[in-house]
């Protein structure tokens, strides 16, 4: 029977034109949800790698201030402390040298490939801030290369402690 003149037809399906549209639509709204997925795991790196880095800095700075500091007590040279500084008895035992340029550590703050590539270098520096000097400026830098962006990243803590008597 077909439809007289002036009345709805009834429609049961999508015709093919509504069909392409909406799987444009659904294919645009995927690929803007993929790209904002991707700066999401981009940011939670970088999160990461800042939150390692504050955490190896922090490390540092604790061992650096659990040390006794007397006026002949200098980081400046570890031999001059007496004793040997390798030893795992000596406070000075998981400090590297500070003139010898950064420590690459990984995220758990040793260089055992067990844990990880080293990809962190942390280093300090100690200044006497008076004289006689009864006060002393740590400061820790923590730092990794971003090769995305072809520049370092990283972290500095800085604190000022007196001098032990």
Request: with cysteine.
């Amino acid at each position: 029977m077909t439809p007289a003149r002036g009345q709805a037809i009834d429609r049961r399906g999508f015709t093919l034109l509504e069909v392409l549209l909406a799987s444009a639509i659904l294919g645009f709204s995927l690929l803007a949800v993929l790209g904002f997925h991707a700066q999401a795991a981009r940011s939670n790196l970088h999160a990461r790698k800042i939150t390692a880095c504050s955490s190896l800095a922090q490390t540092r700075m604790e061992q650096l201030l659990s040390l006794a500091w007397t006026e002949t007590n200098q980081p400046v040279d570890l031999q001059d402390l007496g004793g040997d500084p390798t030893s795992p008895s000596s406070p000075w035992s998981l400090l590297p040298h500070p003139s010898t340029g950064a420590w690459p550590v990984n995220a758990v703050g040793n260089t055992d490939p067990t844990y990880g590539a080293s990809e962190y270098w942390v280093f300090w520096a100690v200044e006497s801030m008076d004289d006689p000097p009864t006060w002393i400026r740590i400061r820790v830098r923590c730092a990794w290369y971003d090769a995305r962006f072809d520049t370092w990243r990283g972290t500095t803590i800085s604190t000022f402690r007196f001098r032990d008597t």
